[in-house]
Structures are given as C-alpha cells and as structure tokens.
C-alpha cells in the first residue's frame, strides 16, 4: 500500500473539465522491416502482456478517501483487463500531416478514467504516403498520466516496454496480487499523523519549529532568496492570447529538426547551451506567429521551464520531482543572434536564482500543505487563472524531454522519432515540448483550438525561426556548419531534408 506523495497528488487535484494532466507521447516508427500483418491491435496486446512487469503503473490505480482527508494511495486494479488500454485508430487512405495531428490532438483531448489504470496506448496504422515519413509507418499514441511518471521515470518505461536489439524478449506476464485499500480508522490515524508532521516541517520552513536540527540537515542559507534579479524580471509580464481560459477541444502540431546542426548554433554565441539555442528558436516561432495575429506584446514572454531534481539515488523511484524555472525569451528582440545572447544571460540567472533558492523547496512547500486544502487550491488555481492577470507567473510552458539512447523497436518497426503533447490549464493555454530521437529534435506545440486554432501556423513560424537562427550562425567563423533542413510543404510530415521551401 503506497501513498502518493504530496506533489504527484496535486496533478490529481488540479483536473477539471477542461485540464487533464496527462502527456502523450507520440511514437513514429519504420516499418520497413516489420513482417506483413504484424503491426495490429492484437499484437500489440501480446506484446504488452509480456511487459507488464516493466512498471507498477500498468496495473494500479489511484484511490482517493473521502472528502479528500488525506492523500490517495495507489492500489492493485483486481479488475485489470490490458484490452481496456490498448486501442486503435485509422485515417483516411491518403492521409496528410495535418490529418495526423489533428487526431494525436482528439486521442489527447480524452482525459484518462480514474477507475482505471492511468495509461492508454493507440495504435495508429497505415502512415504510408505521408511526405517526410518513412514509406511504410505507423505509430503508437502512450498516454501517461502526471501522477505516475515524469520525463525521466518516463524514460525507464519507453525503454522497458520497448525491444532492444541484444536483449532478450521477456518470457513472463505479471500476476496482479492486489495490495488492500486503507481502512477508514487506518487512514484517519495516517492522516493525523500526516498533518502534525506536515505542520512541524512548515513551521521549520518559516524558522519557528522547536524541532532540533541533526547534523546531517544543512542550516537555510541567510541569503537564499538575495539573489538580485535582472532588469528584465521587473519588466511587467505581457498578456498574450496564450495566457486566457482554455477549452475542451485540442490542437496540436510537431515539427523535426537537425539535432546536430542545432548543437552546431550555440558555438556562435559564448557560454550558450543548446537549452538556449532551443529558447532562441521557440522565442523567434512565437515572435513571428504573435506578430502574424497583430499580437505581439511590447515586453518579452517569459516561459516556465521544468527541471529534474533527482538525485542519482533517486533515479530510479517513480512519480514526480521536479522544479521549475522562469526565463524570458525575449521575444522583443528580432535579430537571432541577438536574442541568443539575451537568452543565454537570461537562462544563467535564472539558474543561479534556482541553485539559490533551492530547487527542492517546491517538494518541501508541497508536502506541508493538507491534503484538503491542496484539493481546494487545485480546483480554484485554474479559475483564478483564468480570470486574474496578476495570476499568470509566465506565459507558455517550454519542457525538454529526455530521449533514448539506443534503437528501440515496437512491433517489429524502429522508432524514428518522438513527438509530445503535453497538458495545458486556465491560462496557460501553450505548451511546447522539446523531444529528441535519432538525430532529431521535436518542437511540438500544445493548445486549444479557442487559443490556437491554426497550430499549424505556429509550425511553421518555429521552421521559419530555425532557418533564421541557423543563417545567422553560419555567417560568424566560430559557428559549425552542418547541413541544414528545408521547409515542408503545409501537408506534409515533419522531415529534415529534401523538403519544398514554404
């Protein structure tokens, strides 16, 4: 009986009708090899009823306790029944990229059922003929809920369910032995329990808990938050047409590029990372798209960047842990280089700001908070959001997603390549996830259709920005030149090379 901690909880408690806290991957594969008939739903099924074992996440799900007194718990699904997970959908006989987004954003739209485990996977068959992709293709849809996993616990399952060349295919298939659910006396005791040590470590957190310190606890820093933010973080936050209520209805676009010319770009510009050549390059997107709506503010948006703080000895535990940072990206600057150099200054405050602070005092606030309270916080945050400006702390989510290290095949295809549409809430109505996969990299853009209703548009103003940038840093001596990717045509997949200019 495993309870959920206080920060994977809060993805529960923030779900409304409108934000589902799930990501789903988006994994294209080259079926060029797979056997005629082997890529079904029926084998997909086998295949993961050998891969069960791989993660406790394919077989339990989340219990809440009444009135939401104390955090839920993970239990067994004694009715687990694998065909609920596994689903399949079809296209049209000729479809198009833009067809393809269009249903990766329905699959996205449909929260997950809490009765079941938190995991869907959707076969999509038949790509063949879409420009960009391989000739015969097909693609699988994981969806994940946030409770479970983050994008480095989401890695160790990628790999797990996936086969690799010189490993052996598992044999076994998991047997469910349910784990109890707390009784109610039980869990009353666990929730008092809880809430006095929750209130001791809050009062620690404010300087005022009796409790003694032990050598191995590092005393707070005096001058952990004196850190002096840059001019640009008293600059107002602009509102954007991002930054408003979201609907139900989602939209969603992906696009490849040159992973080693990108890497190539931050040689131009001093102590630059390639974090912040992507920054450059979703700032550039976004600049043009705004500016294409006649929206774009006079004051750089700022993006909410994600960070692992996991340690070594915490890698492999599941669930969440992670931090968050603010940087601008200076999307009032129109020169690429320029705003690079901007970016690069930025980001390295930002990451003092973080060190100084303490990256995992996010964990340390979340866990002092009642389970009920942070029930209640989690139904209001979107409502407030949604409607009070001074609300907004940045203005889209921009989150760098590890990827794997080695081929992987599902099925008998070799994954080509990995895209993402990641959850959005009231007011923050963009998220941009950054996947990398055989020598590409991904910016994929999730919205809705209300706030985003031609995401198409938004991809090809990130192609437009990465052309841009990439000019730029060919012209300086210091800057590699590796080949670059043409624009695609409206219909087509993501590609880097051989691709009509727009």
Known sequence: MQQLTPMDAAFLYLENETTHAHGTLVWIYDASDSAPGSITRKALLDHMRARLHVSPVFTRKVERLPLDFDYPYWV???????????????????????????LVAEVHAQPLNHQHPLWELTLVPGLDGIEGLPQRC????????????????GMHIINGIHDIPGRPAPESTVAIRPARSPALSESLYRAAISNLGALDKGLGLLGLSRSPKTEDEPAAAEDSNT???EAEDATPLPQTVFNRAITAKASWDSRS????????????????????????????????????????PENSMRAGCPINIRTEEEAGAGGNMISAMIV?????????????????????????RAEQRGSRKILDVASVV??????????????????????IQFNCSVSNLPGPQQDLYMLGGRLQNIAAAMPIMNGYGLFVG?????????????????????????????????????????KRPAAKKPTAGRSKSRKAAPRIQNRKTR
């Open 227 to 229: 850190v002096v933010p």
């Open 138 to 153: 097909f693609a699988i849809l994981g969806k994940f809920h946030h409770v479970a996993i983050d994008g480095a616990t």
């Open 434 to 474: 950054l996947t990398t996969c055989a020598g590409k990299l991904n910016i994929s853009m999730s919205s809705c259709d209300s706030i985003l209703p031609d995401p198409e548009k938004l991809g090809d103003c990130m192609e437009q920005s990465y052309r841009e940038l990439l000019a730029a840093t060919r």
């Open 328 to 352: 601008s990206m200076h999307t009032d600057i129109a020169p690429p280089l320029q705003r690079l150099r901007a970016i690069t200054r930025s980001s390295a405050a930002a990451k003092h």
């Open 76 to 102: 067994d699904d004694t009715a687990f029944e694998l065909l609920y997970h596994i689903r399949e959908r079809s296209l049209s006989t000729a479809p198009s990229w833009v067809d393809f987004c269009e």
């Open 370 to 391: 009642p389970a009920q309270a942070q029930a209640l916080l989690g139904q209001l945050a979107g409502k407030v959001s949604s409607k009070l400006n001074r609300a």
């Open 257 to 296: 590029f040159d992973l080693t010319a990108i890497k190539g770009m931050r040689t131009s510009v001093k102590d630059a990372t390639v974090n912040d050549v992507l920054l450059a390059i979703v700032g550039g997107g976004l600049r043009h798209y705004l500016e294409y709506r006649d929206a774009l």
